[in-house]
């Protein structure tokens, strides 16, 4: 571990945060936290995510590098270049740094490290003598910057950024990036503040928050976490910052364009937040920069707006998809209760967001109500973002489509590609969680995996076709001095009748789970089997009553999949079929159907436009005997844009 | 009839259109057509319609009148003024002018007739001396005239004025308002036209066409209605006017804000229209301008527009309240089958160019499609436009609310609340039309109404309790000397039963209704009863299954009347309210409840919460039983603004 890379120790690292340092002092709730086991220790090898990881690796990353060249991104960098350029730029390419950095630990590429060393370079050639560091406005106009935190973004590129340079580092040692990064944190560390001469702002895209909690991790400079609890505490203290900018620029704060800054998260200070509100990315990222500062400072009142912030979200604002922000008009949030499935937006950045902060929760709180919600997002939301063959991508990720709604290459603002695909090159860490004497399996994958237990090296082997069958078999390989531990097993919240044993003896529930978890403790023996029977029918869901899209409204789930009709399934128009509450639903596995995928098969009702000739208002209209053939939502529009529906009329 | 006026016959005059001269040369589709009877014509005393027309004069025009002066309308006219001028302010007047003349036709008021003549006074002042008027750009920048017709709807205003003229000179025979639109209309004609060295472009706002047509019927000059041909004939041509006047403003075509011109229904040649689209009052303006012109033309290629254009709009395009215009985005159209209830626009105005436009087919036809239509949007989406009180209004009048959209005293735009007023005040017009030796009675109403047939006055006595009753009773007068003639009634195409009697005598509607009207042709005598009964069940409405929005949903509609459940009527959230397939309505007649309505109540079931707390998804709610009140939808809101639902999930 000696220079802090990924691959020079498999244990105690991890990309998400608390990455190196676990001891650090001050760090209170420490106690009551676990840490999550590295992508790099968990060998995944199942048939859901290994295909997806490895189109990700061989597909997509070369495609988002293509995408970057020809869109400009990489020549941003070059002062002499003439080509367009935009204030988000930096950030876009930075993810992508940071989703071939996780790539490279675990599959090294030498082509892929010139190609980032390259723009490295690029970027510490042009960096400026003060550490200031932003391809836009170093190249574009210098007296800009800082003017408009507001709107500029600079702070979320050098965000991206940080993270991209603690990842490159941690992947291959390689220090440039992480020494340009550290003059830049130290330039910004100078400039914002609360002290006198200090610009008293903060950046209007969160991000850099959770960045400076990494890069603290990462070099343990403990400025850099003063510098995010600086961010956390300002934010929407008055006189108010964006007030006072905008007159300075000679404004009318009034003018903006999205009226309040409960878009930004800056209405209020983050410590009184009570529900969720405006751009949900945004929301998202100071979300876990609020548990990460928690987590180090020990500060309950962070802790508790994140509780709030999490009940309102998942109790009134979240799809069935895992995906959140209910239109683009704001990229975000509406109201409670309130979720349009034609027009939700559930951008895949957000549902990625709600992803890192669930998982962060969830290691302080061991709770599986955030590894449901998590599961949910990962296995629906999230990976709808990107097509089968990685290189389309949704930048919305809507419930219902009436068709021409397709994956695009690229966009003007790219941020959904990298974001996705740098979450794929590390997925192997949402898997297990480690802490004290204690193991936990949050997520079922067919996957070998080694953490720390006790001091020691414990081997999880486990043997699964989650999520299309639920039976899961782990064999457990102890560490050899210290095999009286505690092993978590993860109950989804969608099961309704699990069953356990270990070693073929019935181990019963009762009494032994709790939070979502069975915790089985014992003195362990190499090769124990644990296996854990999931019940995994096909469910019908329902929406809380008060939501008014889905009232009278089904959504078919099984397991942790979320299923749609398709058009290219069906001879009847999708919007016109009924499932009656009667239908026996089927499922039969399918290896050539979209890459493997369970389907749910069964009788509907489809109405006849017989007899509407040159009408629009009538008698009921005839319902038809017709058969539904339902896909997982997250294979959608992978064989052309079709409509698409999840939920259902029931009758 | 020798000045014009309205009072001085009350025979063969319209508002509408055709208002002076039948017999007009080149009228070649005359033979085909019919002529409403006049408002002045036709004595209103019916529970339903009196106390809105009472409230309308007494109150609505008093309330307008009062909002012009003090939002500065009437101060526009004033050079010297300082107050805030907008660039449609000509055109909201106008309309309240021709509001309050149609009233002063059956209502005299010197009072009233006092205010009309200032302001009249005012406009004579400021017109120009080439006869341009308009106070916006007379009294902020003179250089603008005519820079941007696209946008600053210069020649909308002028139609209104125009339209406002004739109706002031027809109620009281006064000329100067009519003069003073004459010079201005001389002057846009020698301003625009195909000619060399005239302008060749039209409004971005359609209304001109129309207008120009009412003067010409008011004047008999035919200036007036080449001009109207011109504009209809050139809208839509390439090189595009809209392309040309943008470049010589110097801005981009392109930039225009919705960003093709179907928005004002320019983007093609007015004849080759094969859908509805565009900001729908525009649209139903011009539309009517076309109906106009191809009567005064014997244009088929017009009336095959329109043709297509009805189809398109009324098989789908068409709320079932006769509101259209789906979107606020353009305040018009979306696409086919596309009918969101929650955000509809369907602004009242609109809904009224659909009664203007309806009204215009009706006579050329004599079908009761347009009738039923016009007669659904009367009774529903026009009339949900102002409160019971007169004294405030919708623009938009959606067909669910959540609660907290109310009506509005005035608007910053308020074409909506003198549009209201100006149909009120004429509302009789829509109820009987003649032609030749042909009555009409279109719309049932407890009125007495006087027409020529055969060149002879007849006079119908209608006695009935319709809209809340089916059963009506027409006593007829006929001319002396011209007792055989038709009577044709029409049976709404809402009525699935009907029986007629002619002086207690059954009469077989079998073979003698045609188009929705039963022709009934005797030698009429004097006290002859034709008893009309229309069987008036509580009917359950559905829409074109392809309308995705409301499958599995169902309307309640009695007679013309649509209803609606208003929170106000329910202990349990309207929203989550289902009824059964199988439930029972009743109906009962209540005459204190929003001014006397017939209520629909019976059993249905409501999703109960219970079990739902701290979530979101889960199994089926329980449905509770729970009993419904249904209101008119015409009346909503008139109790607080509260939720309401048109469509109700049946089960």
Redo the contacts between chains.
Sequence with gaps: MKDGRYHASNQQISTAYKIIDSNFKGDKMAKHSYTPVPFTSVKLNDRFWVPRININRTSTLEHEYDQCKKTGQIDAWDPKSTRNRHIFYDSDLAKWIEAAAYSLANFPDAEVEKRIDHVVDMMADLQMEDGYLNSYFINVDKTQRWKNLRDAHELYCAGHLMEAAVAYYQSTGKRKLLDVMCRYADYIDTTFGAEQGKIRGYCGHEEIELALVKLYHATKNEKYLKLAQYFVDERGAEPHYFDIEAKARGEDPQGFHFRNYEYCQAQVPLRTLNKVSGHAVRAMYIYCGMVDMAIETDDKTLMDACDRLW?NL???N?Y?TGGIGQTANNEGFTFDYDLPNETAYAETCANIGLVFWSHRLLQLYCDGRYADVMERALYNGVISGVSLDGKTFFYGNPLES?GGYGRSEWFGCACCPPNIARLLASLGQYVYSVGGSEAMVHLYCQSEAQMTVNGGLLTLKQKTEYPWDGRVQITVDPPKDASEFTIKLRIPGWCRKAALRVNDKPVDLEGIVDKGYASIGRTWSAGDVITLELAMPVE?????????QN??Y?ALQRGPIVYCLEQADHAE?V??I?LPKTSELTTRFEKDVLGGVTLIEGSAMA???EG?D????????KMTPCKIKAVPYCTWANRGADAMKIWL?E?
């Excluded at 019908?540 to 008014?548: A, F, G």
């Excluded at 040159?614 to 209209?621: A, I, S, T």
């Design positions: 009940a998942c109790e009134k979240l069935i009436r019908r869901v329902y929406t809380h009553p008060t939501v008014r009232f009278g089904v128009d919007w016109r009924a109405a006849s436009t509407w040159h009408k629009l208002y009538g008698d009921e209209p009329r009758m």
